[in-house]
């Protein structure tokens, strides 16, 4: 059974920093793009960063470009998103999701940053 | 990086088709058959429904189907049912971003 689980999220103060992961199991993860997207409360959808399989090709939203970082251990069949300098308006619920199409998606980890 | 355009509710009887659009660019619908299409119930993940334009996955009900023309794409429901209520996002890849609609709540009357 394919299986994306999210960790790390929490409270975090603006200006503060949190890394994410996603744990990645039932497929064969190295073979696979992945993605980080986002939804802030009420609000819609919102892609993040992608990484190939490899981890040589990485883009970013222009949102987070500069202050999140993708990166990917393929021997531990996980996904990561450190992400810096947090700001309000990053609160949301992260997903990781599978492939260049999304195919597949976790059930996401919410980040709040607030005072 | 601009939101793909979608309606913001469409809603229609039980048996009904509705469907709901998605306004793109050249840059991304326009430029790429990698539009995909996604269901969330709330407080649930995203589901994808449909993949490169017209796919559908596995366990996907046929009453599902998409298409495109130029930079719009396009998912219809038929036989709409009470457990198509749901949030629906329409998504496409834009060569070195992926970029999301707008969202459209689908109201099963």
């Known amino acids: 059974e394919v299986q994306l689980v999210e960790s790390g999220g929490g409270l975090v103060q603006p200006g503060g920093s949190l890394r994410l992961s996603c744990a990645a199991s039932g497929f064969t993860f190295s073979s696979y793009e992945m993605n980080w997207v986002r939804q802030a409360p009420g609000k819609g959808l919102e892609w993040v960063s992608y990484i190939s399989s490899s981890g040589s090709t990485i883009y970013y939203a222009d949102s987070v470009k500069g202050r999140f970082t993708i990166s990917r251990d393929n021997a531990k069949n996980s996904l990561y998103l450190q992400m810096n300098s947090l700001r309000a308006e990053d609160t949301a619920v992260y997903y990781c999701?599978?492939?260049?199409?999304?195919?597949?998606w976790g059930q996401g980890t919410l980040v709040t940053v607030s005072s | 990086q601009s939101a793909l355009t979608q309606p913001a509710s469409v809603s229609g009887s039980p048996g009904q088709s509705i469907t709901i659009s998605c306004t793109g660019t050249s840059s991304d619908v326009g430029s790429y058959n990698l539009v995909s299409w996604y269901q969330q119930h709330p407080g649930k993940a995203p589901k994808l429904m449909i993949y490169e334009v017209s796919k559908r996955p596995s366990g996907v009900s046929n009453r599902f189907s998409g298409s495109k023309s130029g930079n719009t794409a396009s998912l219809t429901i038929s036989g709409l049912q009470a457990e198509d209520e749901a949030d629906y996002y329409c998504c496409s890849y834009a060569g070195s971003s992926t970029v999301f609609g707008t969202g459209t709540k689908v109201t099963v009357l």
């Open positions: 999701a599978r492939g260049i199409q999304l195919s597949f």
